[in-house]
Structure formats: structure tokens, C-alpha cells
């Protein structure tokens, strides 16, 4: 099975898919960085540029289409994956793309989300995870960490967050990853597998907001820090973390644990091998939560990633068996079926 | 098959008949079975089923009756007709819930194995109507369906349930019978239906031959009625409800338009046969989308029109109101949709299955902001497959959205259907955009309608969204005057529209002193009222609105020769509203929200009451 995308021979370089509009992101913005990792990954994805298409709901992170010198569509709140479903199955042979943020996606457009995932519509969906509602100054979102005070939970708030990458996987999207933007090189990578993905791709970004979650993710981010709070997932390697290297999750049940690999009791051998391409969702569903664990690494990378039949081939399928099977449709006949009779003047 | 003429024949020129039961009780089928059989008699005929939303309600009960209304003629109709001269009753229920809306002096036949104690007592009732007196002047026919039926069909190989359930082509055999009908066209739709399963075909056809033996040998029928088949225009006809004409209608749209057809659809009813019929036409490059809820249905038909295709959605009144962001969408990016909303009794989830006009307002006015659409009402089943193709016409040639308003009663009722043919129908088409040069995603052309151009088209990447546009370039704008600009260019834009569709068409005198002013769904009856009050010496016109945003350019005029203006409507009077802020007119409101259409009768003495009760 490949993506219905032409790769033809093209010379397009990040400077093709910037428009003429100016960026109005508040400077020191997390979205500057995606914003430039699309745009060197775009030349590389194979696919002509009239055929990419960015569509958004509302969000800072929604701006992002008027950025693109691609097509775009900045829509409604939160309806952004039902309007790429739309575009996909009218035009099966577009890379659309959806740019939302955790408001966005998460809260209002949450219905969206789950059905696009489920029904593996072949859209790409990059959450720019922020964690605030930014455009509106600084409310707590469905991601906010429970007890956050912001403008609209001055005693805290009292709700429990969304782990995004659970959610996705819950639903059944096919391709499931993290990213942060200030790993630009690794944000790449996830950008390109998202790209070459056939089927839902779900990246989650984790992102800076400059000015109502300032450092949300400092620790994910920081050199002192982020060695011994993050991991990489990578196919088919043991899990593997640490400034040393020396540290590593294994399961216990369905619990994962963080080993030293230093003092002799365990051996890479007993490290979790990640593996992408697990039939079952379960193992990755794990690793998802790991992030709600303060005593666990954050995983970034590829969750999940399977293949199977998308909607939109699915669909194209169906109209080709049946064209097969009854022929193309023929008006004439149409308006003339069922019981007719014949008046006579 | 000779008839042995023991029993005389009466011809008739209309009849109206209401099949009654159990919602268990096949009595839709049995009505649509009727209905088709004499549609192919020809015999001009209207339909209205009334069921409940329940599914399966408790039997035996009125929350669970269903009934099918249909009215044949020799004579051309309009209506299902306001009382049946027949009823049809399987139960006590059945019989209490439709008595009082039957003619004085109505045959009725009732099934009197479903008249024991229980079967009363479920229907609430504290005397059996078949003893106690009620019926008194009726044409009772009291017949043991249930037992003829068990006893016809005792050599069958089938359930004994599956006995049961054939009762009602029993009482479509009887019907047949008395109303001079053949079995024929049913007896070839059961083979059709149950080919995989011959013992029912079996049991159902001999239940209908003993129903109509039954009529042919009892005495018990003291008349058989007859009715000539009606002066209908030469052509090829077929039986069509409003919601399938709505389905082919569209078809044809995409077939004469070269555009892709693409449905986003949430199931409701009465709106969802729309969705069944369309997801059948795979072959003609049709894409549906059963979506997770009203608003993906509209986001992704936007989607679609986004990509090129021609982009529907279909619903009803609290799907619309869900709608109302999204349509807002398609305002502002000035994209081709059509919104279908088949009214339902509202407000709130309100009366499911049952018809009403009350979301006029809400068509035209309910979204934010200044926000114009194109407003379209069919009148008829069948005027829904020109009105399909019309909204379809009118939102790509002027790149906006389209509401086009049917309803529960003319959505589920059937009409025979003159059926045209494929070069009869218009062609029409918006060109997409291809040039790059000079390429502008807002720029206008003498309709103010903007370039249509789709993803996949080398050089004309652009950016669209819900954001203010700059006229012409299409980039976000703030600039007070350009808001204004915009605000007015969408209006004019629709007012455009007048000059691209017909005048309305006065039927009667063009001037005196009452106009009858209906819309949408109502033509049959207001058509019939009309009809009797000039009958009866009246002097009367009409006329029908089919396009109410913009309205027809000549109705300001036609309006202004009468004195009055009567405007009959099934909600609290929006279109009355609409015509009196537009042209400053003095309207009289007539308004009945009765889940139902009008009575004829009731619109008639209305128009008598206005014009003195006299015809002098």
C-alpha cells in the first residue's frame, strides 16, 4: 500500500512554503520553531506543493496556514479534523495537514479528534501542545496539570488533564508520536514520519507558551535536566535513558520502572525493547502514561505506528466495486427507475 | 379476474383512505403497497404517513398507533386529503386515535380479534366502541382478520408470529377488493422482496388472495367502489416521496454540473432517507460521509466544496441549529454548500416525525453577524428534485451557501412524478479557477461570486478561513471600511439572485382584493382551498413562494394590487414577518401548528371569513 502522492523530481526548498504574510506569533514563540521544522521538511516529503494543504481551527497555533504558502484553511473552533476529513475524502489525493493547539483540539474540537483517529482518516495532525489557552490570555486547558492557576482558576484549577498521546492511541489512530519544539532535529524527524505516514498521524509538540505558561517544559528542555527526564523511543532499541546512558524501564505487570543498568542487576537483556509496530496498542498505551508519573522519564518519538486500510481508500474501494458491479451510474436510468407507468395523452 | 358483479359498483372521483394499527403492524407498508398499486392505475393520489417516534412503542397503545392517509382521484389532487372516507383499524387504538378526523358516515373496518378486554384496556378505553354505540352511523365492516388470516395460512411452513404479521396484507387483499385494485403489482413486490425467503412470499401472497376472496364472496360489503384514472399529462410517471426526489435530485445537480457529489450527514429524522438514498449512488461517484455529529456533517461538506465538490449536507431543525457556526463559515469564505433542512414540530427535539415550517426564521437570520444566505422552499415531493437541482445551480453560480427548507409531510408524502428526462434537465456549471495569473481568491465576477479554486491546482495557493477578507486579495483584514464593503458585497451578492430566477406566477387575477401567499409545503392544500373558494364563487388568486431570500423581484408588485393579503403558514407567522418588513404590507396571518398539514377546510373558510362570507 503507498500514499496516492506523486513523487516526482522537484526543486522546492523551505523558502517555496513561505508566504508573503508577516509571522504575528508573540516573539520567543514555541510556534516559530515548528513553523520553520514544516518548512525544511516539506522539500523533502516528495509531494508537489499544490497538493499540500494546511487547515486549522482557532488558537495561536491556528494562525499557522497563513504561514504556509500552501493552501489553507483557518476555520472554526475546534472543527479544523472535520473539515480536512471533508477536503481527504473529496480530494483523496491532497496531504492534508491540520495545525491545532490543546484547546482547540482537546476541549472543543475533542469529538472531532477521537472520530478522525477512530475511522483512520489520512490527515496529518500536529498539536502544539501549550497547555494554556493562549489566544483568549491565559486560561487552563484540558492539559493544564491539575491545581494550575490561571485567570479562570485563581484557586487553582480543579480539573483532571488529558494526556493527549492516550487519547490517540484510545482512539485507534495509526500513527501516534511527541515531539517538543525546542529539539528541532528530532521535531523534524517526527515531522517527515507523520508526513510519510498513510493513514492518521497524530503528532503531539509540546510547546513553549513565552507569556501565560512560560517554561511549562523546562524541565523536558533544560540541559541540566532533560537527560534524566526524557527518552527517546526507538524502534527496535531497549529503552534506554540517562546523561550515562545507565538507566532503562522495565515492566513489572503492566508498571513500568525505572533500573539502573550500573550496579549489576540488570542488563540491557531486560530493558523494554520499544516496538513501533506492536499489534496491540496496549504496550504503547503504557508508555503513554509514563508521562503522568513524576518519577518516570517523558517519552518522545513514535508510540505507535500500523498500517491498515485508511478511510479514504476504503471509500474509493467501495466506489469502485460497486461502479464494477452496476456499472456507472447513468442518470437516465436513475430518474426513470422503480415502478413507473406510462400516461397516455 | 371476473368479477361475479353480486356486488354493485359505485364510481367514485376521489377517495380518501387511512390504513390504522399497531406500529407493529405493517400498516406504512400496507399503505405505501396500496399506493403504488394505484399510482400505476393510474390515478393521480397524495400520501401522509403519520407514525410515531417511537420505535417500538407499547402495543396496543395510542403512543403507538401509525397510520397511512392516502387520497386517489380521477381528478388532479394536491392533498392527502383532510377526512378519510375509509378507515382501516387493526386495533381499538388504532380506532379511537383516528375517529374523530373520519368523515360522518365513513366505512370502517375493523379487526375484531384485536377488540378483546386487554386490547381495550390498552387503548384506555372503558367500553368496547364496536357495542357501546359509538360507531352509530358509521359503515361498520367488523371482520376476524387475525383468525381469517391464521386459518388461510395454516398449511404454511412459517412461525407462528409470521402467521400473525401477514394480517395486514389480509387487509390490503380486502381493500384491493373493494376499491377494484389489482393484486398483481404486490403480488410481484413480494417475490421481489422475499426472494430468499419463498415461504413468507408465500404466506403474505395468500393472505392477500384470501383478503381479497374474503371481499369477493362474503356479503359483508355492501359496495365496491371504483375510481377512473385521472387526466394527468402524457409521460412516464413514477411514485416519489420528497426525500428520494431531494436524493436525485442532487444526483442529477452533480451529473449536470460535472462537480463531484458530496454528502456530510448526521442521521435524523425526518432527514435521514436522504443520506440512504444518496449512499446507494456510489456508482455516480457520490461520497457520503455519515459524520459523528450535525457539525462535522457541514465542516466537511465545507471541506469538500473547499476541494471542488458539489457539498451538501442534510437535517432537520435542531440539526440546523447546530449548523449555524459552520454556515457562518461558508458566508465568510464564500463558499458553494447546500444546506438541507427538512422541518420538523419544534422547538427542542419537539415532534420528530411530524411536519412543521417554523425554522423559516432561523434559515434566514440565524447565524452571527450580518450574514446572508440563499433561502429555497420546495413545495411538493417532486419539487424537490427541481428544487435540489436549483439550490445546487444557484450555490456554485454565485459561490455561497444555500438553505433549501423542505418538511416532514412533503418529505415522507409521495405524488406521482412526471419523470423528465436527462436532456430535459438544465446544465450549469461554476469552472473552477486554473489561471495563476493574475489569480485573486477574492476577486469578483459580474455575479460578485469569486474565483473557485481548489487544492491540487498548480500556483493558486492561497489562504481562506473564518477571519475578515480583504475584498480581492483575500488576506485578513481589519480595516473598518473593507468590513463594511464585505458586509454589504455578501448581501448584494444574494440579492443578485433575484435577477437569475423567475418571477412568481399569479395563479387567478392579478389584482383584487385577497392574495393567498403561501410557501414550501402547503401548495397542496392552499392550492385545493384556493380551488373550493372559487368553486363556490370566491373571488381569490395565489400565489407560491418557492425562493424567500432573496424573494422574487416582481412580488414587492404583485403584493401591492391586492388589499389583502392572507398568509397561511404551519408556525406563529415568520413568513408574514418577512413580507411585512420587506414591502411594508399589511398581512392576515393564518397559523396552525398541528404537527400536520392545513385542513383544506379550515383555509377555505378563513379565505370566506376575509372575503365576508358572502360570494357576492
Redesign the interface.
Known sequence: MTNKINVNEMKLTPKDFK?D?DVRWCPGCGDYSILAQVQRVFPTLGI????F?W?SG?GCSSRF??YM????????HG?AP??????????P??SVWVATGDGDLMSIGG??F??ACRKNIDMKMLLFNNEIYGLTKGQYSPTSERGKITKSSPYGSIDYPFNPTSLALGSNATFVARAMDRDPKHLQKMIERAGKHKGMAFLEIYQNCVIFNDKAFDELTEKETKAETTIYLEHDKPMIFGKERDKGIILEGFEPKVVSLKDGKYTEDDIIKHNETDESPVRAFILSHMTDDPNLPTPFGVFRQVLKETYNEA?EN??TT??E?????D??S???????????? | MENEKTTPVESLDTVTVMFAGDSGDGMQLTGTQFSNTTASLGNDLNTLPDYPAEIRAPIGTIYGVSGFQLKFSSTDIHTPGDSPDVLVAMNPAALKKYLPTIKKGAAIVVNTDSFKAKDLKLAVLDSNPLEDGSLNGYKVYEVPITTLTKEALKDCEISAKDVVRSKNFFALGMMYWMFSRPMEPTIKWLDQKFKNKPEIAKANKKALKAGYYYGDTTEIFTTRYEVQPAKLPAGTYRSISGNEATAIGFVAASVQSGHQLYLGSYPITPASDILHYLTKYKNFGVKTFQAEDEIAGIASAIGAAFGGSLAITTTSGPGLALKTEAAGLAVMTELPIVIVNVQRGGPSTGLPTKTEQADLLQAMYGRNGESPVAVLAASTPSDCFYMAMEASRIAMKFMVPVILLTDGYIANGTEPWRVPHESELPKFNHELETNPEGFQPYSRDENLSRPWATPGTPGLEHRIGGLEKANITGNVSYEPENHDLMCKIRQEKIEKIALDISDVVVDGEEEGELLVVGWGGTSGTLTEAVTRARQDGFKVSRIHLKYINPFPKNLGDVLSKFDKILVPEINLGQLSKILRSTYIVDTIQFNKMRGLPFKINDVKEKIEEILGGSND
Not at chain 1, 82 to 91: C, P, R, S, V, Y
Open positions: 508566504s504574510q508537489e506543493k499544490e497538493n494543504v487547515v482557532i496556514p497563513y504558502d500552501t493552501y489553507g484553511f483557518h476555520s472554526i472543527r472535520a473539515i480536512a476529513t471533508g477536503l481527504k475524502i473529496a480530494h489525493e491532497l469529538n472531532h477521537i472520530h471509500l467501495q466506489i460497486v461502479t458491479k452496476l456499472g456507472k451510474g442518470l437516465e436513475l430518474l426513470f427507475s422503480g415502478n413507473t407507468w406510462e400516461v397516455k395523452g
